[in-house]
């Protein structure tokens, strides 16, 4: 088995870097790799103490945030390494003054591992949520360097749990910090009691903005008008229901932040919306759809609106509904929302609605109308403390 999982990482390199021949995303995954060791050597060399923190994309570095910026305040003399997978958390996140080196993950080989654990000498491993690649688990095991599972959360449809092999894997765990009891449970059911319930540090981080939330005049400008709806990290199939509603419903003003760059002309055909970035304070309000061309600032803008819709629902899954949440708004999403915790609470609390089809949605919105903020706001602070639970194990 462990040549099937070696021969599966090649491959999928290899694929990756076929596709960079026609594809921006995986060009940029190949080309942030080259010359990796040389960088990462250069960076690091002669430095001590080390922790290393690792994060697939921006969802899990925003989950991991709160965590890293405890263990600075708890740590000043240790070296933060940050690495990511995608290229959608490094290209956003590879200057953030939290960390004192970002890199990419190098593929995870036997050699990759071996080398980059090598160079990097680091003195403990925080791997957030999902991340668990067997080749550096096991090089950390073997140079006996912690490494834990933070903010993990399990199903039992998962290999760990179907497979010997793949449960196997997880020895090389020092501990979990998993987020709820389910998690806990399954975990104990192949062997494993070096677990914590800690909860979701995603809790902490969205709380924090809210604490002290970036300003933006011009979109507060924008929706004093009129009851603002946000439509958030939207794909194609939601921006088709979603467009239609803005068609025949003029009353609401509507920010649309899409997930991936290349849909902003599409959509500006489809609802005749203005660009944020040729927005000023005389033309803000000449128009009622309004999309966001900045990278990074969706997670403020919440504050200005009444109701979020969250895209990813007609896909692989939704994306983060908690930086909504904590600005006491209600969301929406599509149908494939059951891995998250967060969605199924808030729909059995009434702070959310799950959608399959236009007429769905009207009715979601309808129904949001007077929606009690509290619902929202309660759960967020009833549901934070991850962060401290984790740090005072690490």
Known sequence: MNSLYNISIQLYVIAIRFAA?????????????????????????GERNIVWFHCASLGEFEQGKPIIEGYKQKYP???????????????????????????????????????FISIVKPIKVIFIKYEFW???????????????????????EQAFFKYKWWAEQLKNVTHFFVQDKNSAELLKSVGFKNTTISGDSRFDSVLSTTQNPKSFPLIKQFCKTKPTIIYGSTWLKDETLLSQFIKENPQYNYIIAPHEMHHISHLQKQTGAQLFSTSNTENINSNNVLIMDSIGILSSIYQYANIAYIGGGFGSGIHNILEAVTFGLPVIFGPNYQKFNEATKLIALGGAKSISNYTELTLAIDSFANFDQTIATNYIKNSSGATEKILESL
């Open 77 to 115: 003399s240790h070296k933060i390494l940050l690495t990511f997978f995608s290229p959608s958390g490094f290209e956003i996140r590879k200057n953030t003054p939290l960390a004192d080196f970002v890199s990419y993950l190098p593929a995870d080989t036997k050699s990759n591992a071996k080398k």
């Open 21 to 45: 021949l026609f594809n921006a995303k995986a060009k940029l995954w190949t080309k942030g790799r080259k010359a990796i060791f040389q960088k990462i050597e250069e960076v690091t060399k």
């Open 134 to 156: 067997f080749n550096y688990m096991a090089e950390l095991k073997k140079q006996n360097i912690s490494f834990y599972s933070v903010s993990a959360i399990f199903r039992a």
